[in-house]
C-alpha cells in the first residue's frame, strides 16, 4: 500500500496495558495544529518554541476531562522523523490513550502504519536504512551482545565502512569510464596493478563482514544446543539446573521423555535455545520412535550438540557415530554426567558434571559460551553482520568485485571491469538505502511495532 508523506499520523507508542505513563506521538506537517485543536494548556502549542514541553487537559466532547498531560512539541527538522512532532505523555491507562486517539484521529491526523516513524525519518534523510534497521533491532534485542550490536549499527559503523567501499568503488569507475572517453588519446589514469590492489583490500574487509554474519546470526537469534545421550543420562536433569526450576520430568525409567523441549537460557550476554531430546535407544515402541526421529531433528538444527553419557552406562561409540553423521565434529561436547558416584570411567571428554550436585555446571556453561564464539571467528574490532538483507547484498559485491577482478587479471576491456564495479555500487548502496525499492521498505518496516 502507498502511504502519503503528507499525512499527519499518530499512535500510541507505548505498550497496550497498564503503566504508569503512556505515550502518544503524533508527526507531520499538521502534527502541532492538530494537538492544539485537542489540547487546553496556558499557551497554544503553535506558538511554542521547539523542544518544549507543555502541561495541559485534554476533554471529551462534552468537556468532560479524559486526562491532564504533558506535551512536548518538535519543530521540523529537529525532531525523529525530521517532520513537527509532538510527544502526548498520559497516565497509562489504554482507556485514556484510546480516548486520545480517536480525537487526534477526527481533528486531522490518520492512524499510523507498523515503523512509519522511522520509515518517514528514512525518507526525510535522518537516518540510513542500517540506521533505521538498527531502531527495531535496539527494541527487540535480548541479549547484551546484539544489543551493543544494534546500538553500533545505530552509531553508523556498519554504514560508514559500506559507505568507504562505496566512495573508494565509484571514485575508481569513475577513471575507467573516463579513460574510455580517452581511448583514442590512449591517456591512462590508473595502472591495472594499482587498481588490483585497491580492489583487493575492499574484496578481504567485505569478506570478513560477509564471515562475520554467522556469529552475528547468533548474537542476534541465539545458539541452539541440543541434549543428547543415552536415555537415563540425565539430560532432563541437566536442563533442568540450567533453568532453575523442574521444566522436564526427570525420573530412573529409561524413555521418559519423549518430546523435544525448548527452553532459554541467557548466559555471558548470549541467548542459548536449549533442547532436552528423548533418550536415543532402540525404540519400544510408536511414540518412542517418533521421540526419537525429533531428537535427530534437533541434532541436524542445532549450532552446538552436548552429547551426553555417564559413568554407569558407559560412553556409546555407537551413539557417538551416530551423531557425528548428523552434525560436525566441532560442534560437539562429550559431557560425563553423574560424577558423584564416583565411577570409574576412561572415555575420553570434554568435561566431567553432576546435574545433581552442581558439579562442573559453571564450567560447561563457560564451554558453551566459548565454543559459541569460536565455531564462528570474529573480533571484536570488526564489524558484525546481523541482517540477512546486508549480508546478501555484501555477498552480491563480493562475487562483483570477484569478478572485476578476474576481468582485471585476464586483461579484459576497461568497460567490464567498471561495469562490475557499478554493479558492486549497486549492491552497497542497496545496504544503506541509497536505491531501494516499495517492496524492501514495506518488508521492512511492516515488521516494526506501531508507534516506532
Ligand atoms: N547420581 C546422579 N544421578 C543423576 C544425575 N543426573 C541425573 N541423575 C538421575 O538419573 C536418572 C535419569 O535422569 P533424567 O534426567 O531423567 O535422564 P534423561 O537423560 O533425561 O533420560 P531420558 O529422558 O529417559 O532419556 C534420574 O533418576 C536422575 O535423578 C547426577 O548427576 N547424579
Ligand atoms: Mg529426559
Redesign the pocket.
Known amino acids: 500500500m502507498k502511504i502519503s508523506l503528507e499525512d499527519t499520523i499518530a499512535a500510541i507508542a507505548t505498550p497496550g496495558g497498564v503503566g504508569a505513563l503512556a505515550i502518544i506521538r503524533v508527526s507531520g506537517n499538521r502534527a502541532i495544529e492538530c494537538v492544539d485543536n485537542i489540547f487546553s494548556g496556558k499557551t497554544s502549542l503553535k506558538k511554542s518554541p521547539t523542544h518544549t514541553i507543555h502541561y495541559g487537559k485534554i476533554f471529551e466532547d462534552n468537556q468532560s476531562l479524559i486526562d491532564d498531560v504533558m506535551v512536548s512539541v518538535f519543530h521540523r527538522p529537529h525532531s525523529f522523523t525530521g517532520e513537527n512532532s509532538v510527544e502526548i505523555t498520559t497516565h497509562g491507562n489504554p482507556l485514556i490513550t484510546q480516548k486520545i486517539l480517536s480525537k487526534l484521529v477526527k481533528n486531522g491526523t490518520r492512524l499510523a502504519e507498523p515503523g512509519e516513524f522511522t520509515k518517514r525519518a528514512y525518507l526525510n534523510g535522518r537516518m540510513d536504512l542500517t540506521q533505521a534497521e538498527a531502531v527495531q533491532d535496539i527494541i527487540t534485542s535480548r541479549t547484551e551482545a546484539s544489543l551493543k550490536g544494534a546500538r553500533n549499527q545505530l552509531n553508523g559503523f556498519l554504514s560508514k565502512r559500506v559507505n568507504s567501499f562505496r566512495e573508494a568503488l565509484i571514485h575508481m569507475a569513475s577513471l575507467l569510464e573516463l579513460e574510455l572517453d580517452f581511448v583514442e588519446e590512449d591517456i591512462s589514469f590508473t595502472s591495472p596493478k594499482e587498481m588490483d590492489v585497491k580492489i583487493s583490500g575492499i574484496l578481504d574487509e567485505i569478506r570478513t563482514m560477509c564471515d562475520s554474519y554467522a556469529f552475528g546470526r547468533v548474537m542476534k537469534e541465539g545458539i541452539h544446543v541440543a541434549l543428547v545421550?543415552?536415555?537415563?543420562?540425565?539430560?532432563?536433569?541437566?536442563l533442568n539446573y540450567f533453568l532453575k526450576e523442574n521444566r522436564?520430568?526427570?525420573?530412573?525409567?529409561?524413555?521418559?521423555?519423549r518430546d523435544t523441549i525448548q527452553e532459554e537460557l541467557q548466559y555471558g550476554g548470549l541467548l542459548f535455545h536449549l533442547s532436552?531430546t528423548?533418550?536415543i535407544r532402540q525404540a519400544q515402541d510408536l511414540i518412542e520412535e517418533e521421540g526419537i526421529t525429533r531428537s535427530n531433528q534437533a541434532i541436524r538444527d542445532a549450532d552446538l550438540v552436548l552429547f551426553?553419557f555417564?559413568a554407569q552406562s558407559g560412553f556409546s561409540e555407537e551413539l557417538y557415530h551416530h551423531v557425528q553423521d548428523l552434525t560436525d565434529e566441532i560442534r560437539m561436547i562429550r559431557v560425563m554426567?553423574?560424577?558423584?558416584?564416583k565411577l570409574e570411567c576412561d572415555s575420553a571428554r570434554d568435561i566431567d558434571?553432576?546435574?545433581?550436585?552442581g558439579d562442573g555446571m559453571n564450567e560447561l556453561l563457560e564451554i558453551l559460551k566459548s565454543r559459541a564464539i569460536s565455531i564462528h571467528p570474529y573480533t571484536e574490532k570488526s564489524i558484525v553482520v546481523t541482517n540477512i538483507r546486508h549480508f546478501h547484498a555484501l555477498e552480491k559485491s563480493k562475487t562483483c568485485l570477484e569478478r572485476a577482478r578476474q576481468s582485471l587479471e585476464e586483461q579484459l576491456s576497461q568497460e567490464f571491469i567498471a561495469m562490475d564495479l557499478r554493479e558492486a555500487i549497486q549492491e552497497l548502496d542497496e545496504i544503506i538505502g541509497i536505491v531501494t525499492t516499495d517492496d524492501v521498505l514495506n518488508n521492512i518496516f511492516s515488521k516494526f511495532c506501531i508507534g516506532k
Not at 248 to 257: L, R
Open positions: 545421550g543415552l536415555p537415563n543420562t540425565g539430560k532432563s536433569s541437566l522436564a520430568i526427570v525420573s530412573d525409567i529409561p524413555g521418559t521423555t532436552d528423548a533418550g551426553l555417564d554426567n553423574k560424577v558423584d558416584l558434571v553432576s546435574a545433581l550436585t
